[in-house]
T-cell receptor
Framework: NAGVTQTPKFQVLKTGQSMTLQCAQD?????MYWYRQDPGMGLRLIYY???????DKGEVPNGYNVSRLNKREFSLRLESAAPSQTSVYFC?????????????FGPGTRLTVT | GESVGLHLPTLSVQEGDNSIINCAYS??????FIWYKQESGKGPQFIID?????DKRQGQRVTVLLNKTVKHLSLQIAATQPGDSAVYFC????????????FGPGTSLSVIP
């Protein structure tokens, strides 16, 4: 099993450009998440999908959109990138939502917006 | 405001010694706490969790202690090894937040060989 995979690993964007971060999991998990991690701060939840067909906003959703394409895939889109979106983005999945289900994280995408 | 934070941003320990990483939380409504380990260039990895109705839980070489009176959480690593060098995050989950886990800023553990 590959677990949680993310593409790309690195990306540099100019302000105003758009891009989609891809995430896939092969563990048949129902719940998927997108986080961002900034220096000196913990991970902050951007969006999550409790199950296929549903998405909900997390702590910092502004400037992002998500799509739960199917049970395996959950993408994050930046429509008009801003320097404040420079960060490391992590996708995670868990069997079900809620605290008793361990979240498995991907390796991250390092995004720089100039 | 509600927050989960760490007392020490960095910690250096000698190989073989025990490590203690501390965490404070402010929301007494939190009922579930989790410790994650993040190695350089990788995503966080679950270590151990504890529910608010417990005050201690042990895993392999790790122990988590919860003191609800002072809203304090700690992670103890026995016989610290070089492979334990990483950033450690504590996180809380609030009963009403269902899927939302709030992470602290993390503390960096360096193991001196």
């Amino acid at each position: 099993n590959a677990g949680v995979t993310q593409t790309p690993k690195f990306q540099v964007l100019k302000t105003g450009q758009s891009m989609t971060l891809q995430c896939a999991q092969d563990m048949n998990h129902n719940s998927m998440y997108w986080y961002r991690q900034d220096p000196g701060m913990g991970l902050r939840l951007i969006y999550y999908s409790a199950s296929e067909g549903t998405t909900d906003k997390g702590e910092v959703p502004n400037g992002y959109n998500v799509s739960r394409l199917n049970k395996r895939e959950f993408s994050l889109r930046l429509e008009s990138a801003a320097p404040s979106q420079t960060s490391v983005y992590f996708c995670a999945s868990s069997e079900l939502g809620g605290p008793k289900y361990e979240q498995y994280f991907g390796p991250g995408t390092r995004l720089t917006v100039t | 405001g509600e927050s989960v934070g760490l007392h020490l941003p960095t910690l250096s320990v000698q190989e073989g010694d025990n490590s203690i990483i501390n965490c404070a939380y402010s929301n007494s409504a939190s009922d579930y706490f989790i410790w994650y380990k993040q190695e350089s260039g990788k995503g966080p990895q679950f270590i151990i969790d504890i529910r608010s109705n417990m005050d201690k839980r042990q895993g392999q070489r790790v122990t988590v202690l919860l003191n609800k009176t002072v809203k304090h959480l700690s992670l103890q690593i026995a016989a610290t090894q070089p492979g334990d060098s990483a950033v450690y995050f504590c996180a809380e989950n609030k009963k009403t937040s269902y899927d939302k886990v709030i992470f602290g800023p993390g503390t960096s553990l360096s193991v001196i060989p």
